[in-house]
């Protein structure tokens, strides 16, 4: 791997390894309350996993958040979207408005929206209400060139851990990620090559529903820019740099930030998991973090879960982003630790435990 910048090193030796001490205390908790062993499956198994991320073996969630990150790119020059860019800062302000799906499934889950302008091609600078860690106005097109500077990379990654700071500030121990930037799925399919080694052509879908003939005219956009770059994953900052996007480099730190404080990680779809791969090839620790919320249509998605050995909670054949399978699946995060907590074991119950 190239050297990293010492803020990047710093950023990833703060993420603690999960605590096996809170975890074994959970499982052995788990087996003890007034249920048949493992008759709450997977909800029992994340309830352990939680504990092991928090390092409390009966962890609660009261301030959950859903932290959408909204970027431009210059790949969309190249016709890869059904949509204009233009539509981008649209909805954000509908974000903000509170109209937008996140908005109306975060309610239902009891979190707050943090929406990040991480580089939207519009200035939203007096936007109220927006986090503004923009580093450039959209990405360059990378089919031409490098999406970025390693330094803007770098800058995104380190603005995203700033955004995870600042909300702590208000409360924070439940992170849920999304993201809004027209054209997105090209960068996260490119990134899902490099990263996964699979080929262009399984990993690239419709994005926001384009025909058969713009989906393999995509697909040609992304062969054409991997062999300009000739990139290689084992320098993920550098991969970032040439075939990324701003709101997937935020994002990503963000899920940095988010593990080095035990502050689980929700993911969403096959944009924020291609951001989840590029803070694993960063810091593998950081996988040990994360929770996959949903798979979705985008057919890059399983390949990312696979890749990272995360077994998603449901499939409900989503493909909006926004974090919009990772707000649905925070009630289920919170009731498996709730679970844990709240229910009585045999003893406390004086309920008689079955024979093994």
């Given amino acids: 791997m190239t050297p990293l910048p010492s803020p990047l090193r710093d950023l990833i030796a703060a993420i603690p390894p999960i605590s096996h001490a809170a975890r074994d205390a959970a499982a052995k908790r788990q087996d003890q309350l007034t249920k048949p062993q493992g008759s709450l499956g997977r909800l029992e198994e994340l309830s352990i996993r939680l504990a092991g991320m928090t390092a409390n073996p009966r962890p609660r969630f009261a301030s959950p958040a859903v932290i959408v990150g909204a970027g431009d790119h210059g790949i969309c020059a190249e016709g890869v979207s059904a949509f204009p860019s233009e539509v981008t800062p649209q909805m954000v302000a509908n974000f903000l408005a509170g109209g937008a799906a996140i908005n109306v499934l975060s309610r239902q889950a009891g979190a707050r929206v943090v929406v990040v302008d991480f580089g939207v091609a519009a200035d939203l600078s007096d936007t109220p209400g927006l986090v503004h860690a923009r580093i450039a106005a959209g990405t360059q097109n990378f089919a031409r060139g490098m999406a970025m500077t390693r330094e803007q990379a770098l800058e995104a990654i380190l603005a995203g851990a700033e955004v ?9 121990d439940l992170v849920a990620v999304g993201e809004m930037g027209i054209g997105n799925t090209t960068p996260a399919s490119a990134l899902t090559t490099v990263f996964t080694g699979q080929p262009v052509a399984k990993v690239t879908g419709r994005g926001t529903g384009i025909s058969d003939a713009a989906l393999a005219h995509k697909i040609d956009v992304i062969e054409r820019a991997l062999a300009l770059h000739q990139l290689d994953a084992e320098d993920p900052l550098g991969v970032l740099a040439a075939v990324g996007g ?11 930030a988010a593990a080095a404080r035990r502050i689980p990680v929700v993911l969403d779809g096959f944009i924020t998991g291609s951001a989840a791969l590029v803070a694993a090839r960063l810091a593998p620790a950081v996988t040990d973090y994360m929770v996959a919320s949903h798979v979705s249509v985008e057919c890059g998605h399983p390949v990312i879960l696979d890749n990272l050995g995360l077994v998603p909670l449901f499939n409900l054949d989503l493909r909006l982003g926004e974090g919009s399978g990772a707000a649905l699946a925070l009630p289920m995060v919170r009731a498996a630790a709730a679970i844990l907590d709240e229910m009585a074991t045999f003893d406390e119950a004086g309920v008689s435990e079955g024979e093994p």
């Fill in 164 to 172: 995870v700071t600042s909300a702590a500030r208000q409360s924070l």
């Fill in 246 to 256: 701003f709101e997937i480099a935020g994002l990503a730190g963000v899920m940095l």
